[in-house]
C-alpha cells in the first residue's frame, strides 16, 4: 500500500486549499524569504498562465520560481539557457526552484576520436 504524500505534516488537498501565507510559512528559510520578498513581474506572468491554461503547458525563463500547491499536475517548459526542457510538477516538487529540475547541463558521452584528431587516429581502422 502506497504512503500518501505529506509535506512537513499537511496532505496535498490541504496545501491547496491553504493561503498562499499560510504556505509560506511551511517552506525552508531561503525559499520562505524569496516569496516574502514578492514574485517577480515574469513570475506572476508564469503564476497566471497556469492558472487560465488547463491542461496547455507553459514556457518560461523564470528559473527561481519557487513551486507552490498551485502548480501542481501542471506542465511547465523551462528555459535551460539553449533549450526548453519539459517539467511535469508533481507533489515532491514543493517548496524546491523551478530550475532545479531543468538541467542547463547536457550529460558529455565521449566516443572515439575522429580522423585527425590525434597522431595515433591515423592508424584507427575506417568502417
Not at 32 to 49: T, Y
Not at 64 to 70: A, G, Q, W
Not at 104 to 114: D, E, L
Request: some cysteine.
Amino acid at each position: 500500500m502506497p504512503k500518501d504524500f505529506n509535506y512537513r505534516g499537511k496532505t496535498v488537498e490541504e496545501l491547496q486549499a491553504m493561503s498562499m501565507d499560510e504556505f509560506i510559512r511551511l517552506l525552508p528559510s531561503r525559499m520562505r524569504r524569496s516569496l516574502r520578498r514578492g514574485l517577480s513581474a515574469e513570475q506572476r506572468i508564469v503564476l497566471e498562465k497556469l492558472r487560465r491554461n488547463k491542461g496547455k503547458p507553459v514556457r518560461t525563463h523564470a528559473r527561481d520560481l519557487v513551486i507552490v500547491p498551485d502548480m501542481l499536475g501542471k506542465t511547465i517548459h523551462c528555459y535551460t539557457g539553449k533549450e526548453f526542457r519539459e517539467v511535469q510538477i508533481n507533489e515532491k516538487m514543493l517548496g524546491h526552484y523551478l530550475g532545479e529540475y531543468a538541467s542547463p547541463m547536457a550529460i558529455v558521452r565521449h566516443g572515439r576520436p575522429g580522423i585527425g584528431a590525434s597522431r595515433s587516429s591515423m592508424y584507427i581502422p575506417l568502417k
